[in-house]
């Protein structure tokens, strides 16, 4: 493999690395991941393998 | 919450999952509140930004989703820690209306039609429940009789 490519390669894996691991992580292009696919997810809280689960539906008012 | 937080989900029994559900046409003001809530969350803080919202809807500070509610949620992220700047732009770029969207799809596949509603194991629950109706389900789907 040339080295052009392995540095590209190695680039990629950074920055995907990168937009996983960042607080608000993003895509690649720039679209935030949505808060209920993240994990942990920002918006949940305890044990994920707790025996019951409840999802709250909320509009503040 | 504070006593379902302790009895339930710090003792490992509850996992408590938040969606949003705005109701705009009737509550304009909540889009923006959806939104003010995961831009705080993105930065670990929407269980403060959303105590400050609901405390905030109570006490009539902000309603339609007006620049002056933006300045509003503004104050309510500074005070939890959070930069004004970036927060007002994460709010006015709808950098979030992806997440609403896929909450709102998800509420109405379910059945939900107002709020709060909650879904136990499975189950719906329109409107506000005391805790102690909370405690009762829970208990009976942990030990069933």
């Not at chain 1, 990629?12 to 690395?17: E, I, P, Q």
């Not at chain 2, 009737?26 to 919202?53: D, S, T, V």
């Not at chain 2, 879904?119 to 942990?142: C, H, K, S, T």
Request: glycine share 6%; with cysteine; aromatic share 10%.
């Amino acid at each position: 493999m040339h080295i052009r490519h392995v540095w590209a390669l190695l680039f990629t894996l950074f920055w995907v690395a990168a937009c996983g691991l960042a607080p608000n992580a993003a895509t690649p292009l720039g679209e935030p991941v949505l808060l209920s696919e993240q994990v942990p997810n920002p918006r949940a809280f305890g044990d994920p393998n707790a025996p019951v689960k409840i999802s709250e539906f909320t509009d503040f008012q | 919450m504070p006593q379902l937080t302790k009895n339930y989900i710090d003792t490992g029994k509850v996992y408590l999952e938040v969606y949003d559900y705005p109701l705009m046409q009737i509550h304009p003001g909540a889009l923006m509140a959806a939104q003010a809530a995961n831009c705080a969350a993105e930065r670990g803080q929407y269980l403060l930004m959303r105590n400050q919202i609901f405390a905030g809807a109570a006490n009539k500070e902000w309603n339609e989703g007006s620049l002056d509610d933006l300045s509003t949620f503004s104050n309510y992220a500074v005070a939890i820690g959070l930069e004004r700047g970036s927060f007002e732009s994460c709010v006015t770029t709808n950098r979030h209306l992806a997440q609403i969207k896929a909450d709102i799809a998800r509420a109405e596949q379910i059945g939900v039609s107002s709020t709060p509603a909650f879904v136990i194991n499975g189950r719906l629950m329109l409107g506000a429940q005391p805790y102690e109706e909370f405690a009762r389900i829970i208990d009976v789907m942990i030990s069933p009789p």
